[in-house]
């Protein structure tokens, strides 16, 4: 049975996550400490305590889910030998997933995911707005639709996250009329997100330059086991390549259903799913209902999950 460990994006995030894994482990409190002290912030308290909008703050939201995953990957492989086949991560989740195949440090990849949040938000400033998940349609219906939106404002599909939800994002004015498209098309619902950006469009192309040249800083090791990637659902284990797929990866759409798919192909049959709740599982579960898919996101469940396994 090939395995693949999996690791969420932004809006996994939840009051109070991460707290149960610090109070057990210090060398975890120890990480978070340094991360802090690096970038002036107070994020174990605003993880442990809130309040949800400042959570919510991009800028918060990705160091924490990367945290997170990578915590409980730590206390998961601290009891077993099992290792994965493949690792990939949703949008954010790519750089965790690079930090359990080695190619980046756990600090390195939690100061770019920091970097990454407010350069994703700066490279918008004064732009009006918005991002959408479209439930109910198939993803070229939903392309088709941002493209006859475009005469009111760029709006295009960026996350494809399972065959019939997928993500849009651009300008106010191009997204509000793709939704008015995409009703009249059937989508069942089409709900507006609460984000910081318009993510995966070339509205914010200044954010991948400027994360390019962070990247540089930093060093990106290969790897043995390869990270199937956001921007081509193919698998990377070059440090180099990893690196420029993450630059890319910010203006790009996220091909979570082809990424799903391409491991499925290479013989996967089991994800584990490494994170704060189960965002991921859904999806998967979505894409191919005979896979098994299993998840570690609180130290509870650690005894259930090893049991299984």
């Given at each position: 049975m090939k395995t693949a460990f999996v690791f969420p994006g932004q809006g996994a995030q939840y009051v109070g996550m991460a707290q149960d894994f610090c109070a057990s482990e210090p060398e975890f409190a120890a990480v978070l400490s340094a991360f802090e002290r690096?970038?002036?912030?107070?994020?174990?308290?605003?993880?442990?305590?809130?309040?949800e909008e400042l959570l919510k703050e991009t800028r918060h939201?990705?160091?924490?889910?990367?945290?997170?995953?990578?915590?409980?990957?730590?206390?998961?492989?601290?009891h077993t030998?099992?290792?994965?086949?493949f690792v990939a991560g949703h949008s954010l989740g790519e750089f965790s997933a690079l930090v359990a195949n080695g190619t980046l440090d756990w600090q390195d990849a939690l100061h770019l995911v920091?970097?990454?949040?407010?350069?994703?938000?700066?490279?918008n400033a004064g732009t009006p707005f918005a991002m959408a998940a479209v439930i109910g349609l198939e993803a070229q219906a939903v392309i088709?639709?941002?493209?006859?939106?475009?005469?009111?404002g760029l709006v295009r599909a960026v996350n494809f996250n399972t065959p019939t939800q997928t993500v849009i994002s651009g300008t106010e004015t191009g997204v509000a009329k793709a939704r008015e498209l995409l009703t009249a098309k059937g989508a069942k619902r089409v709900l507006?997100?609460?984000?910081?950006?318009?993510?995966h469009t070339s509205l914010i192309e200044r954010a991948s330059l400027w994360l390019a040249e962070e990247m540089q800083q930093v060093e990106f090791q290969n790897a043995?086991?390869?990270?199937?990637?956001?921007?081509?659902?193919?698998?990377?284990?070059?440090?180099?390549?990893?690196?420029?797929?993450?630059?890319?990866?910010?203006?790009?759409?996220?091909?979570?259903?082809?990424?799903?798919?391409?491991m499925l192909a290479a013989g996967v049959t089991r994800?584990?799913?490494?994170?704060?709740?189960?965002?991921?599982?859904?999806?998967?579960?979505?894409?191919?209902k005979e896979a098994v898919v299993l998840n570690f996101g609180r130290v509870e469940e650690l005894d259930g999950l090893l049991s299984v396994l």
């Open positions: 690096r970038h002036d912030t107070d994020l174990g308290r605003i993880m442990f305590e809130g309040p939201t990705q160091p924490a889910i990367l945290f997170h995953s990578i915590c409980a990957l730590k206390v998961f492989e601290r030998n099992l290792r994965p086949d920091r970097k990454r949040g407010e350069f994703m938000i700066e490279a088709e639709a941002c493209a006859e939106a475009e005469a009111e507006p997100l609460s984000v910081g950006g318009p993510f043995a086991t390869p990270v199937i990637s956001n921007v081509d659902a193919a698998p990377a284990s070059q440090g180099q390549a990893s690196r420029d797929k993450l630059v890319r990866q910010v203006v790009s759409p996220v091909l979570w259903v082809d990424s799903v798919k391409t994800f584990i799913e490494f994170g704060p709740q189960k965002v991921l599982s859904g999806m998967i579960k979505n894409i191919d």
